[in-house]
């Protein structure tokens, strides 16, 4: 009995560290990007045409801060739930279908690195 509470409450640590991990990556992208658009729309509704969002670098240089914003969230997954990440990049290449990398050892390794300076080698001949 008593290792049946202590699981409960294990899970549901777990369940609130998860959920806790998820909105805070949710509402980052939200408030850096999604929150400065919604000002500039509604500022181009009181200005009109010579509003802020009428003047596309202003836009530009807002969405350049989504690759970075992009980064941060990676980030913060792998420290908070590695193992999901994990999954879910598993789960990407296996939707990909691009081939598994495997570990290749000794005469192999060389066989197939010559055959790769092979086909370069045939291909710089033909676009040339």
Not at 86 to 105: A, D, H, Q, R, W
Request: include cysteine; proline fraction near 4%.
């Amino acid at each position: 009995m008593k290792n049946e509470i202590e699981m409960s409450s294990k899970t549901k640590l777990a369940a609130n560290s998860f959920t806790r991990s998820f909105i805070i990556t949710a509402a980052v992208p939200f408030f850096i990007v999604g929150l400065p658009l919604f000002v500039l729309s509604i500022i181009s509704i009181y200005f009109g045409k010579n509003s802020v969002v009428h003047h596309p670098e202003v836009i530009i240089r807002l969405l350049s801060l989504s690759p970075m914003i992009n980064s941060l969230i990676i980030i913060f997954v792998i420290s908070s739930n590695r193992k999901m990440f994990f999954k879910f990049i598993k789960k990407l290449i296996g939707k990909c279908n691009t081939p598994s990398v495997k570990i290749i050892k000794g005469s192999k390794y060389n066989e197939i690195r010559s055959q790769l300076r092979n086909i370069i080698h045939n291909k710089k001949k033909v676009i040339l």
